[in-house]
């Protein structure tokens, strides 16, 4: 009976998150160990992401000191409002003000990567779509009818969603992509400044940064696990031997 109930509190998150969006999501291979990554996702969020979204339980000199930025490039590159390197990273955007302009305020993203995941942040930056029902020209794929503008357009391009070749597989003997006609695909139609596989860069790394944000002691707790299963490992020697040694008088 307890093992029944056992291995139903181990599925019931799986359910749970069986029940997330309906598209399949891109994949993100979160890497915290990649400084230039996170670095780079910095500098993205607080060009275009701060000004509306606050990361309201962080602080600027635990993320200069965590991604390895002196503090006074910190405050010269990443730092745009009028702050001390030791205050929390809060923005002046009022909740009223982002109600009235957008239909909902921009939420905090301290902690988003834990509560939507990184596959779905990824998924999600790379999702606006041409719309013209939408206040600001753009809906998104898991996000429909989403109160934020696209503001990477101007990096990405606009992407509209029609009919167009998805590569499916590739010929075995001439080695071409063999594609087929797709409806309801998203595809760049005007391009940006960056080329796709740039942007999805872009985006990697930003998504890189908020998973970092969401948990900044993970690093850290690797690191020490490290040195905890080491430990682990040599004490098993004394314990194994001693063990023996007791036992030799009792058999
Ligand atoms: C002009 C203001 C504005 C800017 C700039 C902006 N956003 Fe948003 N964002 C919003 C608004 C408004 C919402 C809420 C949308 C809703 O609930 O319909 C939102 C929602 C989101 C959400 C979904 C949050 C959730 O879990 O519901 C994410 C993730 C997000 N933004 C990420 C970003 C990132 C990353 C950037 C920078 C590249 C960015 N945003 C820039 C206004 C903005």
């Known amino acids: 009976m307890k093992k029944i109930f056992l291995l139903i509190a181990a599925l019931v998150p799986t359910i749970a998150l069986a029940a997330g969006p309906s598209i399949p999501l891109d994949k993100h291979r979160t890497d915290l160990r990649d400084n230039a990554s ?3 996702g910095a500098q993205t969020y607080m060009a275009y992401c701060m000004g509306c979204h606050s990361l309201e339980h962080g602080r600027y000199n635990r993320v200069a000191r965590d991604l390895g930025i002196p503090e006074d490039l910190m405050m ?8 001390r390197i030791g205050e929390l990273m809060t923005n ?9 302009w957008f239909g909902a305020p921009p939420p905090d993203l301290t902690l988003v990567a834990r509560v939507r995941g990184a596959d ?3 998924t999600y930056l790379r999702s606006f779509y041409a719309d013209d029902m939408r206040p600001f020209g753009y809906n998104n794929e898991v996000f429909k009818d989403v109160g934020m ?3 990477l357009a101007e990096l990405q391009g606009m992407q509209v969603k029609g009919t167009a070749p998805v590569a499916v597989g590739v010929d075995s003997l001439t080695g071409i992509a063999i594609t087929e006609e797709r409806d309801d695909v998203l595809y760049v139609a005007k391009a940006g ?5 740039e942007y999805d860069r872009l985006v990697f790394d930003l998504v890189n940064f908020l998973v970092y944000m969401g948990e900044p002691i993970a690093l850290e707790r690797q690191r020490l696990g ?5 430990f682990l490992a040599f004490f098993f020697i004394p314990v194994y031997l001693l063990n023996k040694e007791y036992w030799r ?3």
């Open 226 to 230: 490290i040195w905890v299963l080491l």
């Open 249 to 251: 008088d009792v058999k």
């Open 38 to 40: 996170l670095q780079s």
């Open 193 to 197: 400044t960056l080329s796709t596989a």
């Open 92 to 100: 002046a955007m009022r909740r009223e003000d982002g109600q009235a």
């Open 120 to 122: 779905w942040l990824y």
């Open 76 to 83: 010269e590159n990443l730092v745009f409002a009028d702050k």
């Open 149 to 151: 503008p696209h503001v």
